[in-house]
């Protein structure tokens, strides 16, 4: 069995799909591993690293994808890169089958699985690629607004004058945003979080942090612990909740995602003119459209005197361990449900599998995506016939 591992394309992204560790890992189960030369470089993981782990390094793509059984990546490979493997073999990463850029027949003639589609199920907590990187994503969104910023978190008393802790209110309490409460609360500050789903009350109130909800009787907990889309009367009660909550706050972290749909927005042009000047929003939802309606991925925005970041990968911010965690979740994954006697062996009726793969011997299988052809897949759409004050600043890593 002969596993490939890709040197990332995408811009800003640091992380890497296969550790040292997990490749001495893999090749304990009798797997031969290669690793495309300088992939762990931006997570300061060297070459050499990798040899001593027993993997091979190849300089060019298709010397290490065209006989592979397995490929594994972070992010969608260039197409190219598909047609390079092999017939069958299987592809393991986040492959992006709800951004509306990804074109599923590009992985027609392998065996695709994107593990963002992973089951909510306790089997699945150590392959959980959503969970792993948005925990990081939350300890993330906390460092890069204090850094903005223009004043300190914890209340401190000095013989000149005592400084009040700065207020921040986190927008959906799932795992990123509880990381984010967290880390707020560690730093020193004075914390309240919002979501639709009141199950989470309890998570929220354990970190320390103030619980504020719209009074309704109206839950947003749907399958498997998401979040679904509330009904426009809950709508005009949260807005104006957060409308008045946000008046206070130095920072406000945005953490709200729909799967398959853009992201709500829970930020609009009146809640950010009843803001301080100076005040801080993180926007984790960047990349499905943004929970501020000012939003700009990988950009930051400044209205009225509000920063607003649009960072689309804060897990890259901390490559190193985000590849760590990461590399684990695809190991759980490969180890126990493609590989049996030191071969690639897919349990096809395993809900895991079946969960998470999109495409197989030629079909888009995946249910939520079957109905998407490959032929239509490759069709371009046809070409459609207040006052503020913005300044656009491109994200530092992009430069």
């Given at each position: 069995?002969?596993?490939?591992?890709?040197?990332?394309?995408?811009?800003?992204?640091?992380?890497?799909?296969?550790?040292?560790?997990?490749?001495?890992?893999?090749?304990?189960?009798?797997?031969?591993?290669?690793?495309?030369?300088?992939?762990?470089?931006?997570?300061?993981?060297?070459?050499?690293?990798?040899?001593?782990?027993?993997?091979?390094?190849?300089?060019?793509?298709?010397?290490?994808?065209?006989?592979?059984?397995?490929?594994?990546?972070?992010?969608?490979?260039?197409?190219?890169?598909?047609?390079?493997?092999?017939?069958?073999?299987?592809?393991?990463?986040?492959?992006?089958?709800?951004?509306?850029?990804?074109?599923?027949?590009?992985?027609?003639?392998?065996?695709?699985?994107?593990?963002?589609?992973?089951?909510?199920?306790?089997?699945?907590?150590?392959?959980?690629?959503?969970?792993?990187?948005?925990?990081?994503?939350?300890?993330?969104?906390?460092?890069?607004?204090?850094?903005?910023?223009?004043?300190?978190?914890?209340?401190?008393?000095?013989?000149?004058?005592?400084?009040?802790?700065?207020?921040?209110?986190?927008?959906?309490?799932?795992?990123?945003?509880?990381?984010?409460?967290?880390?707020?609360?560690?730093?020193?500050?004075?914390?309240?979080?919002?979501?639709?789903?009141?199950?989470?009350?309890?998570?929220?109130?354990?970190?320390?942090?103030?619980?504020?909800?719209?009074?309704?009787?109206?839950?947003?907990?749907?399958s498997g612990g998401y979040a679904r889309e509330m009904s426009e009367e809950y709508k005009r009660k949260q807005a104006e909740l957060v409308t008045k909550t946000a008046a206070t706050q130095d920072i406000i972290i945005t953490t709200a995602l729909i799967p398959g749909r853009p992201a709500p927005i829970l930020i609009d042009e009146t809640t950010l003119e009843a803001m301080k000047p100076g005040a801080i929003i993180v926007d984790l939802a960047a990349s499905a459209g943004g929970n501020c309606v000012k939003t700009k991925p990988d950009k930051t925005v400044e209205y009225y005197g509000v920063k607003i970041l649009g960072s689309t990968n804060l897990p890259s911010k901390v490559g190193a361990d985000a590849s760590a965690l990461y590399a684990r979740n695809l190991y759980n994954f490969v180890s126990t449900l493609l590989v049996k006697d030191k071969a690639l062996h897919i349990h096809w009726e395993d809900e895991l599998v079946q969960g998470t793969c999109l495409t197989r011997e030629g079909a888009i299988v995946h249910p939520q995506f079957a109905a998407a052809k490959p032929a239509a897949a490759k069709k371009k759409a046809p070409a459609n016939k207040k006052k503020e004050q913005v300044k656009e600043e491109t994200d530092g890593d992009a430069e």
């Open positions: 069995m002969k596993i490939a591992v890709l040197k990332e394309t995408r811009l800003l992204e640091s992380r890497v799909a296969a550790t040292p560790d997990t490749v001495k890992r893999f090749v304990a189960l009798g797997a031969e591993v290669c690793v495309e030369s300088g992939a762990g470089e931006r997570s300061s993981m060297a070459d050499a690293a990798y040899i001593d782990a027993g993997a091979d390094t190849a300089a060019v793509t298709k010397q290490c994808v065209e006989d592979a059984d397995i490929v594994l990546c972070v992010n969608p490979p260039e197409p190219s890169t598909v047609a390079s493997m092999k017939k069958g073999a299987a592809l393991v990463g986040m492959l992006a089958p709800h951004d509306k850029d990804t074109q599923l027949a590009n992985y027609h003639a392998v065996t695709a699985f994107s593990l963002e589609l992973l089951p909510r199920i306790s089997r699945a907590q150590s392959m959980d690629v959503l969970s792993s990187q948005s925990n990081l994503a939350g300890y993330r969104a906390v460092i890069d607004a204090v850094a903005e910023l223009g004043k300190v978190l914890p209340m401190m008393m000095t013989a000149a004058g005592t400084i009040r802790p700065a207020k921040v209110l986190i927008l959906g309490a799932g795992v990123a945003g509880l990381q984010a409460i967290a880390t707020a609360k560690r730093l020193g500050a004075v914390v309240s979080a919002f979501d639709v789903r009141p199950a989470v009350k309890e998570q929220v109130e354990s970190l320390g942090a103030t619980f504020i909800e719209v009074a309704a009787e109206e839950s947003g907990e749907a």
